[in-house]
């Protein structure tokens, strides 16, 4: 009776063994799981051993608690490491770490901007980017990426009488459009984004959309699929409104919208005066760009790609800049600026700093895939079992100069955004440096028969998931006291009977003596 408890209590330890390896691995370093299966195998031994020599209960949950701490001890320590090395993002050329450390800060006066790279999305500098503004006429390059992506250069524009009747000729910048008058979309994009002329946001709207209200819908829409999620716009124009507003970092992310559309940039960076012909009602016109850092302007900057300006008595003075130089694409943003000079000297100081302190390094899809696959955490018994597949899209990182790609860590953006297409889950992955955000990509995963959504939580490194390393910490927990629990008892049955022995041996003595 003994051995076949015994063999059955045995054999159960292992299955439980077996499924804890099995599910638990994945977020189980090795130490974990070897201190693990020595745990188990002690516990099978110690039982195997009561059952047949009957060791003291004392002895065996002396052995139990020692080696139930050691494995707590090597579980905590495990998963510190675990979760730093997760976060690792190693660099095949670059093998020596040094000190994370972003640039002193530049000396501007704006109360609210923002520098970021327009390809990876980075944020180099911020003060108040999150601030409510009002945008001005910064708001016309949203109205021109959107005439962009809805028309052909070559659509004929009919003026409407609402169209006309938009501008204020004593306040507002306008080319004095009458109703009637016929323009090209192309004509009117150069003098919306050139000459900031309000007449001309308000016909691409309505050619665009049909009416106003449905452009300003349109421009919301995009503007929160550019990542602009404080941002709510009242017109085309950049009017103001109370009901017109965005920030500095929601604007950024348009402009890095506009800056990776080639037309855009066409017309947005015109340094030389444009003619517009003769129309049916009007002379021809010639206009310049009124960005001034712009070649042969005032506050000329070489490395100026275009951008927009605005003005209003409530939204001061505000810039949005494009820039290059090597490679490096900059977007800056500066609003609430006192005046005209402010906001160019800022744009420049930012744009010059920026350029000095950092750079941008490609990585392609197969390097970060390969840090994947190298990853103990990813080449575990659970993705292995399921046959998962990481395709990682080529990505930009900028960092300062003199830094090393051992100091970027990489999380799952917590904005994610999943797909679930024909097998395929795409997360959206954001790299660090110094809890900076640095660079974006994406990783698609595949795995054949399972849905990949339920896969998530590891790739979110979600602690609530059943199979990380906290939660199997407690699950062993748990495991142990029920396994204590059955041992005690086992015991307590043995010597139980043991007594029962020993009192009927005392009893037929007594009576073999009387």
């Known amino acids: 009776m003994p051995s076949c408890f015994c063999g059955c209590i045995t054999q159960i330890l292992c299955n439980i063994f077996t499924i804890n390896i099995t599910f638990c691995q994945a977020g189980f370093t090795y130490v974990q799981s070897w201190a693990t299966m020595y745990l188990y195998i002690l516990l099978i031994g110690g039982i195997i051993s009561i059952m047949k020599k009957q060791f003291l209960k004392g002895l065996l949950i002396k052995i139990t608690s020692a080696v139930s701490a050691t494995v707590l001890v090597f579980s ?26 972003w640039p002193d800060a530049p000396d501007v006066n704006s109360n609210s901007c923002i520098l970021i790279d327009a390809d990876t999305g980075s944020i180099l500098f911020e003060r108040n980017s999150h601030e409510k503004c009002y945008p001005a006429s910064t708001t016309k390059i949203l109205t021109g990426l959107l005439t962009i992506e809805n028309c052909n250069m070559d659509d004929v524009v009919t003026f409407s009488q609402s169209a006309a009747n938009s501008i204020n000729v004593y306040e507002d910048a306008n080319l004095s459009s009458k109703a009637g008058e016929q323009f090209t979309v192309n004509q009117l994009l150069h003098g919306l984004l050139l000459y900031s002329a309000n007449e001309m946001a308000y016909a691409l709207g309505e050619h665009v959309a049909g009416s106003i209200d449905a452009f300003v819908d349109m421009m919301n829409a995009k503007a929160k699929e550019l990542g602009a999620l404080n941002t ?5 124009s950049g009017l103001y409104n109370t009901d017109h507003y965005t920030t500095a970092y929601d604007m950024a992310m348009i402009a890095r919208g506009c800056y990776n559309n080639a037309s855009f940039v066409s017309i947005d960076s015109t340094a030389d005066a444009y003619v517009i012909p003769a ?30 300006t605005g003005y209003t008595d409530e939204s001061q003075n505000t810039l949005v800049t494009f820039a290059e130089k090597d490679g490096m694409r900059l977007i800056c943003v500066v609003f609430k600026e006192a005046t005209d000079e402010i906001r160019y000297v800022d744009t420049r100081t930012l744009f010059d700093w920026g350029f000095a302190n950092f750079q941008k390094s490609t990585t392609t899809g197969s390097q970060l895939g390969a840090m994947f696959s190298n990853d103990n955490y990813y080449n575990s018994a659970v993705f292995s079992t399921l046959s998962l597949n990481f395709g990682l899209n080529a990505s930009f990182i900028t960092i300062p ?26 997360t959206h992955l954001k790299f660090l440096y110094n809890d900076n955000t640095v660079g974006t990509t994406t990783l698609n995963i595949s795995a054949a028969g399972t849905d990949t959504g339920s896969l998530l939580p590891y790739i979110n490194n979600d602690v609530s998931s059943s199979y990380k390393p906290k939660t199997c910490i407690r699950i ?39």
């Open 76 to 101: 905590a320590f495990a998963a510190d490491t675990q979760a730093a090395a997760y976060n690792k993002v190693y660099s095949e050329t670059d093998t020596t770490s040094t000190k994370a450390v």
């Open 401 to 426: 100069n003199k830094s090393s790609l051992s100091n970027v860590s990489m999380t799952v953006d917590d904005n994610y955004d999943m797909t679930n297409e024909n097998g395929v889950m795409t």
């Open 279 to 308: 129309t049916n009602m009007s002379a021809q016109r010639t206009i310049r760009h009124r960005h001034k850092m712009l070649k042969g302007r005032a506050y000329y900057y070489e490395y100026c790609k275009g951008g927009k």
């Open 476 to 514: 062993n927990i748990w495991i142990l006291v029920g396994i204590g629990a059955v041992i005690l008892f086992i015991i307590y049955i043995i010597e139980e009977r043991a007594r029962r022995k020993r009192q009927r041996r005392h009893y037929n003595r007594r009576r073999r003596r009387l």
């Open 232 to 236: 709510h716009f009242a017109n085309a």
